[in-house]
Nanobody, 120 residues
Framework: QVQLVESGGGLVQPGGSLRLSCAAS????????MGWYRQAPGKQREQVAD???????NYLDSVKGRFTISRDNAKNTVYLQINSLKPEDTTVYFC??????????????WGQGTQVTVSQ
């Protein structure tokens, strides 16, 4: 069993910053890509950013320059630094990890989601 636990969401004013964290634990042999999605009510889920085990990153065009993804492989943790927050960034953010489990199977696991609300 593999679990992903997210933290760091909350209420922030426009222009503010947040740092989301997502820690994977359980029967993990290795983790390939890790990343973040977001999904607002009534909208399609969109991938915000991802990062390979080697540190190569990709970003949704609309967040480039404001969002920074990073990971600590020793801690099986991925981070998302969000700066210059806008009201349209308000939604639930989900992390994922592409995991080779201790049983030798490769599966994608998801966090429970963390709410980010940008408002005065």
């Amino acid at each position: 069993q593999v679990q992903l636990v997210e933290s760091g969401g909350g209420l922030v004013q426009p222009g503010g910053s947040l740092r989301l964290s997502c820690a994977a634990s359980g029967s993990i042999r290795s983790i390939y890509a890790m990343g973040w999605y977001r999904q607002a009510p009534g909208k399609q889920r969109e991938q915000v950013a991802d990062i390979t085990s080697g540190g190569t990153t990709n970003y949704l065009d609309s967040v480039k320059g404001r969002f920074t993804i990073s990971r600590d492989n020793a801690k099986n943790t991925v981070y998302l630094q969000i700066n210059s927050l806008k009201p349209e960034d308000t939604t639930v953010y989900f992390c994922y990890a592409d995991v080779m489990t201790g049983w030798g199977t490769r599966e994608k696991y998801w966090g429970q989601g963390t709410q980010v609300t940008v408002s005065q």
